[in-house]
DNA sequence: TGGTATTAAGTTAACGTTAACTTAGATTTA
DNA sequence: TAAATCTAAGTTAACGTTAACTTAATACCA
């Protein structure tokens, strides 16, 4: 029941009878220390299990050397590669990592800003999708000085730097290549219409077709049945699947389709092949993302690849620019993607 | 340059002319305090955009309703289920979850295990691939009382609980059904023959094959090539896919596999149909996991389904009542798989 | 009407650490 | 040899908050 206390440098200092910065001197190696006093308190520190308080630490020096991450959801290679790539980066700087999840929604974004704000983080990268609650308190904590990058997501601030891919120009060359095979008849999978204008890669599927006077056929753009109160979510298997099987039950099927990430260009994939229609030859498929899987899928994927780690490695650089001198001005960046052809969508000769 | 200062609860105080207590009572809704007071002091609040400090708060509370959960690979659906589960039954009762990932090395695991004692986290979730000096930590900050649950992971003291799936039985029944089917050369993709005692799923596989008298081929065993000097990673899509290789142009290749998850199991499917052979016809092939991708190969995969967000969900449950009373005692809980079978491996009639 | 409860505060000290300053002996330098 | 510097400590106060206690006015009840 009752919690056994922590050993404290006090107590340490006690037993060595020393004065407690000087056992503070000895954990922090700094300030001068005698041998014999030092391999005393170490000795000390060994015996008792002495483990620093960082939580005071922290509270002394006013800053906490850890930097949150929030991600919208954890079982998307985009934010593992995000993670781990902010993370490496930090670590070289001595940085500690504290990730957490919100499960896109806007209610969770929220606390995740919150407790991390609230435990002092020395800045914040943030890697969900846009939502209105979400951008206002983000808007107040930026506001408070407190450091924070997005990553891949709509939010305008004076004080937060922002760093995405181009996913407009990604889903304009996807579309954009499957124009060029000659097809007219191209659905998206992965979201509804009304998402055009917070996913980008929707809005470059619709601009590729405008481009080339395709008309836009709304039951051609499919993605999950129930619009969620909050926050659209990853598209995942099930969705491609799904959304391939209503085209495929349309009087006038499309001949291509673009799907929103990889997952989701895998369930189109077997659906097609359940209906006994063949890859590329019937039904062309472009994905989004240039995971792993894309190689592994038969035939292996036409996909558009945007630089991940790139991404976290520049959140992670931005931020802590940002956090050695607050008073830098919003930056900006954009990286390119590349569109990788393989044989989802032309037959190999 | 100078960062400027947070607001805090003194600044209020000061500004509304009262104690900085009565703001920390307004703050905190317990106390007494007079309407007309704590509209005065939230206004304030508003007006100086004041954020409660957590470290200094947790400093005095001496607890900071936040769990630890420490990730050997984030890109994992195994992973991403702890978590998510975790995290669902944390907020529950009001917890905060901070992760932190290792990339499957020692260091990165003991400076995940301190980072997270440092900052005084109420408790630890380690669900990260044992190896030596990492036990050798955590039984240390074991010692010092913080509550600790391992998931999946080898590891005893007698103050930490455990929770895992049972791998051992997993990856026997998996076998036993190959078995079944009357195949006798098996093999085994993501591991090497060395990490039978680490590895449940490969002693499993192991203990199958002697429980039927048919003798190891230890060129039947395959995975990563090096082996890393401190944790065995998660193994992939192309850790599936050469192994299969190297098994295919084996004089007397395998007619069945074992793949210690889905992943593999999907790279080597890659391989078998390159091969211009037929599954399972030619080569039957049996994951782990049950990943949504099981569904969506082609054909369906045979394979273990693990119960991930149990495990995850116990282990939070576990972590709660240990930090609520320190003195329980160890317990272990260890979940049955169930073999999910689908036309990898059985032709469908 | 006196005495107990209730309400609305204020006061003090402490959580564990460390920055900044002070002390004082030992060693070096001019 | 006196002054300056270096080394090895100790002392004080503060980081921002809150638990525990105190004070004092008001309300309630017999």
Redesign the pocket.
Known sequence: MAKK?????????ARV?????????V??H?????????EKVLEAVKDLN?????????????RTETVGLVLGDISNPYSAEIASAVRDSLTIRGYNLFICISEHSAREDISAFESLADHNVDGIIVATRANKEGNERLARIADSDLPIVVVGRDFHHDQVDYISADNLSGGFEATQHLIDLRHKRIGFIGAAYEDRHTLKRLEGYLRALDAHDIEVDPRLITGRKESAWDVPGYSTESIGYEGMKRFLSLPNRPTAVFARNDFTAVGAMTAVKEAGLSIPQDVAIVGFDDTALALHTIPPLTTVRQPMRLQGQLAAEMLLRRIDDDSSTREERILDCELIIRESTVVKN
Chains 1, 2 share one sequence.
């Not at 009878?17 to 001197?25: C, K, Q």
Request: proline share 5%; glycine share 10%; hydrophobic share 30%.
């Open positions: 206390r922590q050993t404290t440098l006090t107590d340490i200092a009878g020393v004065a407690p910065m000087t056992v503070s001197r954990i922090n700094n300030g001068y220390v005698s041998d014999g006093t030092r002495y483990r620093p308080n960082g939580v005071a630490r922290n509270l002394k020096r006013q």
